[in-house]
């Protein structure tokens, strides 16, 4: 196992989602084209920060790389299988290397299970572990995210917010996977709450030498967590770089707006800062503009931009963007 | 004598009787607001700053009750009024917006019926009065086309054009106090940054004075002059913007501080968290709430709840231990 060994690798992901009229003889009419031809990969124990507002896909190429949704197009290539052609018992051991956190923790567990059921449950659908020796591991793994391991009778209601997500991630490490998808895991948590969690998950990741992908919103919490971030705009990802040379220098106007409409906790530096407002608001994935998807709210875009769709190429040493103007 | 005092909100009060018990959700809260000012209110969901943001527009209801304390506005005690004159303040002098632009329009009314409403009724406009200074108002908040798109549903507008769709109503009978509860929080950065822009450039124009309640300590060092930070139907501390992150005076300001990744900072290698959880305020123990999560905890903490004490010019905090040096 090299430290530079690609363990996923996206090729020309396309999710689209059919858009229907009619009651009974329903006939597309469109297309939302919620992810549309991503390109990028992953390395064996790093982590890759996805962040993007809200509709941009990013969840939905979470969802994708797991075949939870299955993709239009594309390849999704786990240590170079592609699982887009997998299907039944083959995907399913394949299910058992990659999990998922999901960002809501009061509806992402069953409020019907007990904790050691709703941990322990991934373990025997992949028959890791049954009867005293799954209770044994649930309750291992209760106290590896910081719980009480006696915890395991009770039901999901009877936590906050930040213990039910620490169950959401117990629950992901149940079946040892190599790969987590990670999407937007703190955002429905209180702020002193967060960072408990992201120390959570930083530490399971030294101990296990997992790989995260690392899905959310927050400009901040991704350059904290991430070794390479990869930046979507409207089912395109138009930046992908280190996180110090996307942070200290980024290319693509996008990244540039964003990065300066992210507040900072200090009135001096507030004060100081040139903000660049994008005018306008995000546009329909049904009906992308055409070129650049990103021409309509560009500060410097010009004629081109609306004609002809940039490529992705790298401007420096792993620094990837598609613009026509850097 | 403060002769531009806005505002004055003393020892509220405002509980909850729940079937498991009576929450405390804001439990003695002092503040004093001058004209034109912009204060945050900030703390973490359940703490009790936008009870204390309804409480002032007498806004509770059952099973909630605003049992104790003073709101003085412009000289009158709000919570002393008739429900006649409490509903000529509000939305008049005193106007507010609501976190979630999605919820918060009525989806069956055009944009017209919505904000005209108010117009009419506390300035005596009559229809084509109230539509022609509707429209202006959507042009004042930045909405392209208004006079077209005024006949528009809510559904028609995007969440944040939906927010200045609220703001603009807010503004309609040119309010000397706008609250504003999280009206950022369920909007994109690119979209919070617009707002928060907007905001700015009204206050300025039209001198309103603004409490903005949010739990994102980055919004405030952009927008605000003074800071209350709330902690469990309590005020921890409350101070200049510029005292609040350089000096910051109580463990829990301390803590937030310190949890949250900035931007412009150097990687740390791991966040300091505030250990544990939010109290309970049904069963509330004696002595200061932030007890049991505080590192610089002190045998006094346990028995008797600190109250708010001077540490500098206009700079309070409710703590029994002396913070000073302790910047994570």
């Known amino acids: 196992m090299s430290i530079n060994e690609i363990l996923l690798e996206v090729k020309g992901l396309k999710m689209h989602f059919p858009l229907t009229q009619g009651i009974i003889i329903q006939r597309q009419v469109g297309a939302v084209k919620a992810v549309d031809g991503l390109n990028f990969f992953i390395r064996r124990g790093e982590t890759l920060g996805l962040v993007g507002e809200s509709g941009c896909g990013k969840s939905t190429t979470g969802r994708a790389i797991l075949q939870l949704y299955r993709p239009t197009a594309g390849q999704v290539l786990f240590e170079g299988q592609d699982l887009c052609k997998m299907a039944g018992e083959r995907l399913r051991q394949m299910r058992r290397r990659m999990q998922m956190i999901f960002q809501d923790p009061y509806a992402s567990l069953n409020p019907r299970m007990t904790v050691g059921n709703i941990i322990g449950e991934p373990m025997e659908i992949h028959n890791l572990a049954k009867g005293k020796e799954k209770q044994e591991k649930v309750q291992e793994l209760l106290r590896v995210v910081g719980l009480n391991p006696y915890f395991s009778n009770r039901y999901p209601h009877e936590f906050s917010g930040g213990q039910r997500q620490r169950i959401g991630v117990a629950r992901a490490l149940a079946v040892q996977p190599e790969f987590i998808v990670c999407d937007e895991p703190i955002s429905a948590l209180d702020v002193s709450i967060q960072a408990q969690i992201i120390n959570l998950l930083e530490e399971l990741q030294a101990e296990f030498h997992l790989t995260y992908l690392f899905i959310a919103h927050d400009l901040s919490v991704v350059r904290h967590l991430s070794d390479r971030v990869a930046v979507m705009y409207l089912g395109k990802i138009v930046e992908i770089a280190t996180r110090d040379d996307l942070y200290r220098t980024p290319l693509h106007p996008y990244i540039k707006a964003l990065l300066s409409a992210v507040p900072i906790p200090d009135p001096t530096v507030e004060a100081r800062r040139e903000r660049i407002i994008l005018v306008g608001d995000v546009p329909s994935p049904v009906n992308p503009p055409s070129g650049c998807n990103f021409h309509t709210r560009c500060p410097i875009a010009i004629p081109l931009c609306s004609e002809q769709e940039p490529a992705f190429v790298d401007k420096g040493v792993d620094h990837w963007a598609a613009c026509h103007r850097v | ?328």
């Open chain 2, 1 to 328: 004598m403060r002769d531009n005092t806005l505002l004055e909100v003393r020892n509220l009060k405002t509980y909850f009787y729940t079937m498991d018990g009576t929450v405390l959700a804001v439990d003695g809260v002092d503040f004093v607001m001058r004209e034109g000012q912009t204060v945050g209110l900030v703390g973490e969901s359940g703490c009790g700053k936008s009870v204390t943001a309804l409480s002032i527009m007498r806004l509770i209801t059952p099973p909630g009750k605003i049992v104790g304390g003073q709101v003085i506005f412009d000289g009158e005690d709000l919570l002393k009024v008739d429900d006649e004159e409490i509903r000529r303040v509000r939305g008049n002098k005193i106007a507010m917006v609501f976190q979630d632009p999605m919820t918060s329009l009525n989806p069956v009314l055009t944009i017209n019926r919505q904000v005209s409403e108010a117009l009419e009724l506390h300035l005596g406009m009559n229809k084509d009065e109230s539509r022609k200074r509707s429209i202006e108002l959507l042009e004042i908040v930045g909405i392209p086309e208004a006079a077209k798109r005024i006949d528009d549903y809510p559904h028609q507008f995007s969440g944040g054009m939906r927010q200045r769709v609220m703001i603009a109503m807010a503004l309609s009978c040119n309010p000397q106090l706008l609250i504003a509860d999280e009206p950022t929080t369920a909007l994109d950065v690119t979209i919070q940054a617009q707002i928060i822009e907007l905001v700015k450039r009204l206050k300025k124009e039209l001198g309103m004075a603004v409490i903005w309640i949010t739990h994102d300590m980055g919004v405030v060092a952009g927008m605000c002059e003074r800071v209350i930070v709330m902690y469990a139907g309590h005020i921890a501390e409350s101070a200049r913007v510029s005292d609040i992150y350089a000096d910051p005076r109580h463990p829990y300001t301390l803590g937030l501080l310190g949890s949250i990744p900035r931007l412009d900072a150097a990687r740390k290698s791991k966040l300091t968290p505030i250990e544990g959880l939010p109290p309970d305020l049904i069963n509330a123990p004696p002595g200061c709430p932030f007890a049991p999560r505080c590192a610089w905890v002190i045998d006094i903490c346990h028995q008797e709840c600190p109250r708010l004490r001077g540490v500098g010019p206009g700079h309070e905090t409710a703590c029994w231990a002396n913070v000073k040096e302790g910047r994570a």
